[in-house]
């Protein structure tokens, strides 16, 4: 950008022409008795860009960022050059100039130093000038507040101008309105962009984040690459978890917050899409070669979303999800602790819908964290489980040491038996004795090879080494020898394996053919004695389940190298998937080896969700746990549903006394002009009263259990899965307008976790809670209430809190109004009606006042 040349009104004094940060600028002098203005230097904020909607936009670091940044860029080019932002998320290189993250792969974005702003025309939000121009308006806005002189016009090529008309109004014409001389602009097309100097006025520019993490959360998606209907991916969407992770914690945790008791909670997204639809599977080419032409959008959103859950069924491609999941987890967890090497808190896992089972199969499959078993002999045990207990016929599960079928099925964890060869025992200077290559010892010794790095080595490697023909055939030889050995080790490992299942398989086709012909032998026993029975035909299907159940993959799940303290499924189908891999009950004594808690959070109206406790015990509860509002009661509509409920109740109780009158009134009046029999009548009579009583009773059911449905889940032990006792399924609370239809919403709820306030309100109580730190409602004060027991729904709208009765006077119940009917029937008194209790009466007051009260007599 060229120059600009500073002019000013021809009214005003111009002094000689000084140089300027501009060229050759006019510097103009005050008028006489003018005071110059006092100058104080501006704040830089630093700012990185974001594309929106495929638009650059310009957003602010935090508070705390930004101060870290202009340390580091005022302590000089010799200092460190990487400054950690966005809580350790990312990292700022300030010789590019650029921002990073740090623990997933995405596109580098720029960063900014900017002290001067505009804004756009139909845009609110200002935009940072570049660092340079920057520096070329303060200097020039110096200038001027020294010297008290404005009106200035800045020239630029290209016919942009920007006119200081004073320190609060500084405008940027573009060409299309270029100003005259007074700064007046004569074109009637683009409006001025209003320049900002500083951030001062700015606003929502967060604080920082708390230093201090408390709990590591892993967020595992669902099928496809976007999450929500917005079509974002996960990062952004876990970036909005997080984010209302913080409101939460400052609205219900502020208190421990300023105390310094606690931190945050960190979220890391875990993708493995990209994997699954990468190069390395040439699943998504394979795809396309078989897909119509026809409906292109709708089929790619197929092949791309459903089809990932047939994947998760697939030999090939569970295997593949399996091992991206777990690596994936594992990495973020090493680089978390290389970059946090004080972090001594727990970790938890989140899974959406497909992601949600994913982590149960993985977790089934996980050791127990006080097995003292090696590593080969408890993997040997968990597939020889797998196997036992997949050959019960009727799929049933009752113990703790079960693995369940995977995903894609499943067999439990079976991993490699490393058998050290021989090469590994060895040193690298006896393999090279041996092969008569001791001259070539410290060649290898330069370049660090040792025996493993040996394996790994291939001709291209050994002829970049420089060493020749002779000594590199000889070295591929031993190297080829070596991995037939290795395959030949796993073969026989495999065909071991192979060997055992296929016993298992015979032995489970023997019992089958056993139970199958008891079956039938009994059908003919009840065919023989029913002749309808006799003309019936029916086919049977003999199906051999194997070590992974009916048609289940073989899938082996690698370790984590951590114990996760809670399993958070959102819109989980993984009772579903159970179902249909056979598995009829869990049991009351089943539970996660390595993870002791397990909450499955749904919407009332996901279709892709659904309940667990039924599988676990057959005395399960009617209803979930209704999970409260964020604000500390249920939703108002959810309330008045309630009231309209029990007014309802109520209407129906006075009609059936109404009606249980009238038939006494109608049987006395039957018995003053007939002759029955006394013991008829009361018979009659009492039959009447023993269905009003069975109704009211069950009425009175229906409202105990509708009040079950509250967060008091400790008093329902539902077995092992979840803490030794805890409930297992969680609702949230629909808002007033999903109540009007529930399809219009179906879709849509299945995404909405991620913008949850009840959700996560729930996951922080419950990491927290490991801390013995309970939430504080918002204008409440700590309590010594135990945790767990914070966020009690308070009373429906319709129900008066309990008090006292003597509270009240007598006239707080009145009798039934003559006209009503509710005498007496055989003994029974119909309760008398409930009025709304009247304030004590005030004591020891005087006569009102005249004026105002009493109208004054005409004189």
């Not at 050791?367 to 968990?382: E, F, I, L, W």
């Amino acid at each position: 950008m060229v120059p600009p040349t500073a002019v000013v009104a021809p009214s005003q004094a111009v002094a000689a022409p000084t140089p300027g940060m501009f060229g050759e600028v006019q510097s103009v002098l005050p008028p006489s008795g003018v005071i110059p203005l006092s100058y104080t230097p501006v704040t830089h904020h630093w700012f990185y860009a974001q594309f929106i909607e495929l638009r650059q936009c310009w957003k602010p670091f935090s508070i705390a960022d930004s101060s870290r940044l202009e340390d580091a860029f005022r302590a000089g080019p010799g200092q460190n050059a990487v400054v950690s932002t966005d809580g350790g998320r990312y990292d700022v290189d300030l010789h590019q100039r650029i921002k990073s993250a740090v623990y997933w792969t995405e596109q580098e974005v720029k960063v900014r130093r900017a002290s001067w702003f505009y804004r756009p025309e139909n845009d609110p939000r200002f935009l940072p000038y570049d660092e340079e121009f920057s520096e070329k308006l303060e200097e020039e806005y110096k200038n001027a507040l020294m010297t008290n002189t404005w009106h200035r016009r800045l020239e630029f090529t290209g016919g942009e101008t920007i006119v200081m008309h004073n320190p609060n109004v500084i405008l940027h014409f573009l060409p299309s309105s270029q100003p005259d001389e007074w700064g007046t602009a004569q074109g009637e097309q683009a409006r001025p962009r209003v320049v900002k100097r500083g951030i001062e006025e700015f606003e929502n520019i967060p604080t920082g984040e708390a230093s201090k993490i408390d709990h590591l959360v892993f967020v595992v998606h669902g099928v496809g690459s976007t999450c929500d209907l917005r079509f974002r991916n996960l990062i952004e969407c876990v970036d909005d978890f997080r984010g209302i992770s913080y409101q939460m914690l400052q609205s219900h945790f502020k208190q421990y917050q300023d105390e310094g008791m606690i931190g945050r909670v960190e979220f890391l997204p875990v993708r493995w899409h990209a994997a699954l639809h990468g190069d390395a599977t040439g699943i998504d080419s394979k795809l396309k070669a078989i897909t119509l032409p026809s409906i292109g959008k709708l089929r790619n959103f197929t092949n791309h979303t459903l089809l990932d859950v047939l994947f998760y069924s697939s030999p090939t491609y569970a295997q593949q999800i399996a091992d991206t999941v777990v690596d994936e987890m594992n990495r973020l967890y090493a680089l978390f602790m290389t970059r946090n090497p004080g972090y001594h808190g727990n970790v938890s896992v989140v899974g959406h819908s497909l992601g949600s089972l994913i982590l149960f199969d993985l977790l089934v499959h996980q050791r127990d964290p006080g097995s003292k078993a090696d590593d080969s002999t408890n993997d040997t045990s968990v597939a020889t489980g797998d196997s036992c207990h997949s050959s019960v016929a009727t799929a049933t599960v009752s113990d703790s040491s079960l693995v369940l079928q995977s995903s894609g099925g499943a067999i439990g964890h079976v991993e490699d038996v490393s058998t050290k060869s021989a090469a590994e025992e060895e040193t690298l200077s006896v393999i090279l004795g041996r092969l008569g290559l001791t001259d070539w010892e410290e060649t290898f010794q330069k370049e660090q090879i040792d025996t493993e790095a040996l394996a790994m080595c291939e001709e291209a490697d050994l002829r970049e080494m420089g060493i020749p023909m002779g000594p590199r055939k000889k070295l591929l030889g031993f190297l080829r020898e070596l991995k037939e050995k290795q395959l030949q080790s796993e073969r026989v490992e495999l065909e071991t394996m192979m060997e055992q299942e296929r016993r298992m398989v015979e032995e489970r086709r023997r019992d089958a053919e056993e139970q199958s012909k008891q079956a039938a032998s009994a059908a003919k026993q009840v065919m023989t004695r029913d002749p309808l029975l006799q003309s019936a035909s029916s086919t049977s299907v003999d199906y051999i389940i194997g070590a992974a159940g009916t048609g289940g993959p073989l899938v082996r799940y690698h370790q984590l190298d951590f114990c996760p303290l809670h399993l958070f499924a959102l819109g989980s189908p993984i009772s579903m998937f159970l179902t249909v891999r056979g598995v009829e009950t869990l049991g009351e004594n089943f539970s996660l080896p390595s993870c002791p808690g397990i909450f499955n959070i749904f919407h009332p109206v996901d279709r892709q969700a659904y309940r667990i406790e039924p599988l676990v015990t057959n005395n399960f509860p009617p209803k979930p746990v209704l999970i409260p509002h964020h604000k500390g009661r249920k939703r108002l509509h959810l309330e008045l549903r309630e009231s309209l409920s029990r007014v309802g109740s109520d209407l129906k109780q006075r009609i059936m006394d109404s009606v249980r009158s009238t038939w006494k009134t109608i049987n006395e009046f039957a018995l003053a002009h007939k002759t029955t029999p006394q013991e008829l009548v009361d018979k009659q009579v009492n039959d009447v009263l023993r269905q009003m009583t069975a109704a009211e009773q069950e009425r009175q059911d229906e409202s105990a259990s509708s009040a079950s449905s509250v967060m008091d889940e400790e008093e329902i032990p539902i077995g092992s899965l979840n803490q030794g006792g805890r409930r297992l399924d969680y609702v949230l609370q629909e808002a007033p307008i999903e109540s009007f239809n529930d399809y219009l919403f179906a879709l849509g709820s299945h995404m909405c976790y991620w913008e949850s306030e009840d959700t996560l309100l729930l996951i922080l109580k419950e990491v927290y809670g490991y801390m013995g730190i309970s939430p504080i409602k918002p204008g409440q004060v700590n309590s010594t209430k135990p945790v767990g027991q914070q966020f009690n729904t308070p009373p429906p709208m319709s129900c008066p809190p309990t008090q006292n009765p003597s509270m009240y006077p007598p006239s707080a119940y009145s009798t039934p109004l003559p006209g009503e009917v509710g005498a007496l029937v055989s003994g029974y008194t119909t309760p008398p009606r409930m009025t709304q209790p009247h304030p004590p009466r005030p004591m020891n007051v005087g006569p009102p006042p005249r004026s105002g009260f009493v109208k004054t007599p005409n004189k």
